[in-house]
């Protein structure tokens, strides 16, 4: 029998699985569910369960300095449900929506399967770049087709890890309200952060009405607990939830994580910050050993989330590196998955939350190798 490739897994965008409260959790249904079990008898509420959505109001304020009111929160099925419904309630098949120019898989998929025309926008290492949002919105102007929003994850974006500063947040809403057009924030992993966040979200410095604001409870979790949450005031939020069509966001599952996060909501954020930011130290060390040498191979250093923003060199053999790589057990994602137009680009994403920390070092030197087989013969 063949021997087992060992896995490095740089592809799963989870949390470290080794905080995953499930002692807790189990505890908190036990507490809860013998009080309140006989209301999982009925569907739950539109917006859902109160509890749980004072949680994310709570949440807010301490990380962003603003209480918003519990009736602009509304429940979802994880985040990705929030950008579906962004798609249903705020455009038209055949509308157009300004997007980063790398952006989340899931987002591309969901805007693309609704119809929706992608236009990106450049990014560097703080994010969008203004100069090309004010260039994107100007064209569209020219040709008559307002964008139906502007979707951004403004901190510690997917797939580069990039965080906008204070001045290019403050221009991209002066820029969305010059020209009329919507922001979507998709802040779902705010607070897995290693350094004290500088800007507030954006949904802080608008104006009511201007942003929409997308939060999860899964990125602090796990992606198996699918809760995330809206934050809109009305009438924006009722015109979003109207596409809400599943019966309603889990009570039971809302229940269980209320009760937990009642009184261990940041210990468990600071618990589970920290032991991905020792693997993001581990992986930016491991990067600067095996690459700190090649001029053309940079990365980003991500102040928090899960992931890291890899520059290949641009002569090498895409196909062949991820080939070599996969029979080496090292998984990644590519960057062409993540380029709005689906172009092939010289890039690849790190995901750190997930792998073990001891591994960090031994997949990097194994990628460095791969790499090394898959560019040009110097002869």
Known sequence: ???????FNFGAGNPDPGVFPAAGLAAAAARVLPRVGKMLARYPEMKGLPELRQVAVDRFEHSHGLRPPIDHIALTNGSMQGLLLSAQGLARPGDCVVVEEFTYVGTIRVFKQNGLELLPVTQDDQGMQMDNLQEVLERQDRLGRKPAF???????????GTTQPLERRERLIELAREHDVRIVEDDCYADVSFEPQMAPALYKLAKQGEVMYLGSFSKILGPG?????????????SDVLKWKMDGGTSDLSSLIVAEYFKDSLWGHVEEGSLAVQHKRDALLAALQHEFGNRPDMHWTRPEGGLFLWLKLPDDVDRDRLQELALAQGIHYATGKSFHSLDQDVPYLRLAFGWIAQDDIAEGIRRLADCLRQALPSQD
């Open 225 to 237: 607990v699918r809760l995330g949450y809206i934050l809109a005031p009305e009438p924006l939020l």
């Open 1 to 7: 029998m063949a021997e087992a490739v060992r896995e």
């Open 150 to 160: 502007i979707y951004t994850t403004a901190s510690y974006q997917n797939p580069t």
